[in-house]
Nanobody, 127 residues
Framework: QVQLVESGGGSVQAGGSLRLSCTTS????????MGWFRQTPGKEREGVAT???????RYADSVKDRFTISKDYANNIVYLQMNSLRPEDSAMYYC?????????????????????WGQGTQVTVSS
């Protein structure tokens, strides 16, 4: 059974930085497309960033030039580096994996296409 384990959330002031980590198995990491999504109460889950097995990435317009998704190949970790955080970035952040390895651009807009999810990690940004 594929497992995704997120960590790195917390509370930070506006303008600060956090780095989220998503750890999984070598098999999942090397073959699946991965993504970070976020959700606030009463709102739909939205795509933040996605990355495929070759390292191609896509970002939501709201986080471009502030967030970076990347892979640590030695440790099977997908990171989301978040800089210049804003209060509107506050949300529960989820890591997800797509076993069909579809394109990052396609997946970014379709969170329901992911069939493997982590438990989430909370990010709170205060003004």
């Amino acid at each position: 059974q594929v497992q995704l384990v997120e960590s790195g959330g917390g509370s930070v002031q506006a303008g600060g930085s956090l780095r989220l980590s998503c750890t999984t198995s070598r098999y999942t990491y090397s073959r699946f497309s991965m993504g970070w999504f976020r959700q606030t109460p009463g709102k739909e889950r939205e795509g933040v960033a996605t990355i495929d097995s070759s390292g191609s990435t896509r970002y939501a317009d709201s986080v471009k030039d502030r967030f970076t998704i990347s892979k640590d190949y030695a440790n099977n970790i997908v990171y989301l580096q978040m800089n210049s955080l804003r209060p509107e970035d506050s949300a529960m952040y989820y890591c997800a994996a797509d076993q069909f390895s579809r394109s990052p651009g396609w997946l970014l807009r379709r969170p329901d296409s992911f069939n493997i999810w982590g438990q989430g990690t909370q990010v709170t940004v205060s003004s």
